[in-house]
């Protein structure tokens, strides 16, 4: 599976941008579909995921504020992101837990104060 990541860009604080991540192949059998992000100097973080069944999980820094979403017919991965502040920060990245776990490029997300 090949995973292509868009949508990153400046936004101020506040504001919302919306990810996404486009699938080669046909997405709707892999069980876990994930977004992540990483600082230079850190850990790459996971931010959200989603399961086959829709079922989702977020880290507590965006819950109630970023929101994933799949679509199966269009093979591709979203991330809603409202309410931006400068912390969230950071090259963005989709994942694809088949397994193995494939990863897309990064998109960058920049939000300024």
């Known amino acids: 599976v090949q995973l292509q990541a868009s949508g990153g860009g400046l936004v101020q604080a506040g504001g919302s941008l919306r990810l996404s991540c486009a699938a080669s192949?046909?997405?709707?059998?892999?069980?876990?579909m994930h977004w992540y992000r990483q600082v230079p100097g850190k850990q790459r973080e996971l931010v959200a995921a989603?399961?086959?069944?829709?079922?989702?999980m977020y880290a507590d820094s965006v819950e109630g504020r970023f929101t994933i979403s799949r679509d199966n017919a269009k093979n591709t991965l979203y991330l809603q992101m409202n309410s931006l502040k400068p912390e969230d920060t950071a090259v963005y990245y989709c994942?694809?837990?088949?397994?193995?776990?494939?990863w897309g490029q990064g998109t960058l997300v920049t939000v300024s104060s």
């Open positions: 994942a694809a837990v088949v397994p193995p776990t494939y």
């Open positions: 989603i399961t086959s069944g829709g079922r989702t």
């Open positions: 192949s046909s997405i709707f059998s892999i069980n876990e």
